[in-house]
């Protein structure tokens, strides 16, 4: 087996292209995978400076510089799966900073695979 980092989260280019706008527009940006409120489930990005990260968030990684959250409760149904972060055309989610921008991000995902969910056992996600 392979001992090479397994990401639980990742970027599309598009989406990084994205992220990069963003982050030029607003400075310190952060990931929260929505848990299907009001704009359903959803990676939005705040500032970091409106956004606090609770004792009860995990940090799944960083995509394009950009630190991403989820609840630990909402990560135990995801934690099989890769979160990979794409953007299309529409409105993104009420809150989350691409809004106006005609695109919103979009959370696809993957089951790992038996050697990366053993390496993923070995290496657990952080609390914030």
């Known amino acids: 087996m392979s001992t090479e980092e397994v990401p639980r989260v990742i970027a599309t280019p598009a989406a990084a292209d ?5 982050k030029a527009e ?6 929260h995978q ?7 489930s959803a990676p939005m990005m705040f500032p970091v400076k409106e ?3 609770g004792g009860s968030d995990v940090k799944l990684g ?3 510089g950009v630190p991403f959250y989820m609840s630990e409760s ?4 995801w934690q099989h799966t890769q979160l990979i972060i794409d953007c299309v055309k529409g ?8 809004r106006p921008t005609g695109l919103r991000f979009l959370t696809r ?3 790992f695979d038996e050697a990366e969910w053993a390496w993923l056992e070995q290496h657990p996600v952080e609390h914030a």
């Open 51 to 53: 956004f606090m990260v």
């Open 34 to 40: 929505s848990g299907g409120c009001c704009d359903g």
């Open 26 to 31: 607003h400075g310190d940006v952060l990931f």
């Open 18 to 22: 994205l992220i990069e706008t963003l």
């Open 74 to 77: 909402q990560f135990e149904y």
């Open 109 to 111: 995902s993957r089951l």
């Open 91 to 98: 409105n993104g989610g009420m809150f989350s900073l691409e």
């Open 62 to 64: 960083v995509i394009a």
